[in-house]
């Protein structure tokens, strides 16, 4: 008989007024009875709707009944069958918006937690499983990968599980993007992503840090070199600023350049650790998204006693996982709704002593399908702030696109691609992730890695 709770077993927590002063890791898993009485939730539909929801069609009823069977090491074999890296998704994926949502359990109560136990899943099989893998006979055909996040290591792992040899060229010093400098500590672990990128290691790929493509080598450099086919992975790190009076003030942040002082470089661990990051007592994040969510509640654990979301449609609206709101909430930020910043006021000597605002009201709806923002005249206001996070969004930084000819790009700078396979307007280099869509998903992202893979096998195979 299936667990017909109408709600999710919760997963314990940190208590929101004790994590909002430490960096560790937020939700804390389930046990092993918790999984096993999760998964019992699970009806085993024979349609599977869940599966549709999911941009990797991770097997979702046949992993969940193992883990109801406490078969906790064939449900990771079964997940990693389409999901190279579960634990990550597990814990970041909007699963409201895609498995979860079309569960059938979310039509009378909560859906079942599909991402908590995928989660599960991968962190027992870490914990318990002493895996190491086997280097792969070699094909002798090389293939670059441009930078190392989630669409460049699913890519990279899995051509390199077929024989290639992979080399990936990361700009930052160290691999990961966006899954090690712009997501905190405490919704994703770096040990985590250490051990997926270690793993890849093992089976044989090569990481050259320190290598901005585009700078050091071109595209055309490295097909000279050798290279039978490229996969640019760089992602949107590029970040946008809203072009209002006082962005030039000491104080003001990208969220990019925010986050990665305090996860890549570590601030939080200042002087431990030599990047310092400046928040002050009161801190404006201005922005709905997930990245907004990161910077307010990592401003809130450097200290900061006030801090506000500054948001310009209404709640509804808001990007960001509900998840994330609902910890954010939790953890005492602030948020100001239908309210956009017209203004930074500065001090005398050029730090910020405000930052200036509208109320503003929804309209009709906008090409994006969202209701317009409209400013409510005469309804300008000062709120006292210290530093202001803008997290409005990210492009794809132009630097590889500039420097290759043949390569084409949309007018906002996202590479073209045929949407079957990967493959750019120039012969020999794929694309996929951030730098095609602009700002999305890890699992897209790994899901474009995935496709790309097996283009570039056929594309080399046929060459
Ligand atoms: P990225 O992860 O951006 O990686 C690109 C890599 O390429 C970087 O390491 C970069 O340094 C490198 N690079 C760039 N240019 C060059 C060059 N010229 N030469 C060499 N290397 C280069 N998604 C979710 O699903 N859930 C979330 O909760 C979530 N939270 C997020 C929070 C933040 C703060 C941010 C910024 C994003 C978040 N996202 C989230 C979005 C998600 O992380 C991205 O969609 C995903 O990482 C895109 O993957 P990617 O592989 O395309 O690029
Ligand atoms: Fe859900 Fe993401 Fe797992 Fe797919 S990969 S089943 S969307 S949590
Ligand atoms: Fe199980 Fe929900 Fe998928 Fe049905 S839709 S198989 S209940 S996870």
């Not at 979860?100 to 079942?112: A, L, S, T, Y």
């Not at 699913?154 to 024989?163: E, P, Q, V």
């Amino acid at each position: 008989m299936p667990n017909m709770s109408p709600e999710k077993i919760a997963m314990p927590e940190q208590e929101p007024n004790k994590r909002n002063k430490n960096f560790f890791e937020v939700a804390l898993g389930y046990t092993e009875e918790m999984a096993i009485e999760e998964a019992q939730r699970c009806l085993q539909c024979k349609h599977k709707p869940c599966v549709e929801g999911c941009p990797v069609n991770v097997k979702i009823p046949e992993f969940i009944k193992l883990v109801a069977e406490g078969k906790f090491k064939e449900a990771y074999v079964k997940i990693k069958e389409t999901n190279s890296l579960p634990a990550i998704c597990g814990r970041v994926c909007p699963q409201e918006s895609q498995c979860e949502r079309f569960c059938v359990r979310g039509k009378k109560g909560e859906p079942v937690a599909i991402g908590r136990l995928e989660r599960f899943v991968a962190d027992w099989y870490i914990k318990n499983i002493d895996s190491k893998s086997d280097v792969p006979k070699k094909n002798n055909k090389k293939v670059a990968i441009i930078g190392s996040g989630p669409a460049s290591l699913t890519c990279a792992g899995d051509l390199a599980n077929i024989g290639y040899d992979v080399t990936i060229f990361e700009a930052f010093h160290v691999p990961g993007g966006v899954l090690v400098y712009g997501i905190p500590e405490f919704r994703l672990p770096k040990d985590i992503v250490k051990k997926e990128i270690d793993s890849l290691k093992e089976i044989g790929v090569q990481i050259k840090t320190n290598m901005v493509i585009g700078k050091v080598f071109s595209l055309d450099e490295l097909i000279e070199e050798g290279y039978d086919a490229i996969f640019v992975g760089s992602g949107a790190g590029l970040p946008k600023f809203m072009g209002i009076p006082g962005e030039n003030l000491n104080g003001v942040y990208s969220s990019n350049e925010f986050l990665t002082r305090v996860n890549l470089m570590k601030a939080y661990k200042f002087p431990e650790y030599d990047t310092p990051v400046y928040v002050g007592k009161n801190v404006a994040v201005v922005g709905g998204g997930n990245v907004a969510m990161d910077a307010a509640r990592s401003s809130k654990r450097l200290g900061a006693e006030n801090v506000y979301i500054i948001y310009r449609r209404s709640e509804a609206e808001m990007p960001a996982r509900l998840e994330e709101v609902h910890h954010a909430k939790e953890e005492g930020i602030i948020f100001k709704f239908l309210e956009n910043p017209t203004k930074i006021i500065g001090t005398d000597d050029g730090w910020i002593k405000g930052i200036e605002c509208t109320e503003m009201e929804l309209g009709k709806p906008d090409e994006s399908g969202r209701r317009k923002p409209i400013a409510k005249e005469g309804s300008e206001h000062i709120i006292d702030v210290n530093s202001v996070i803008i997290a409005i969004g990210q492009g794809p930084n132009p630097l590889i696109s500039s420097n290759t000819k043949d390569l084409e790009t949309k007018k906002w700078g996202g590479i073209i691609i045929d949407e079957n396979t990967g493959a750019t307007s120039k012969e020999g280099v794929f694309a996929g992730g951030d730098i095609v869509t602009g700002a999305a998903t890890v699992i897209l992202a790994m899901g474009a890695g995935k496709k790309a893979a097996e283009a570039i096998d056929d594309y080399i195979k046929n060459k």
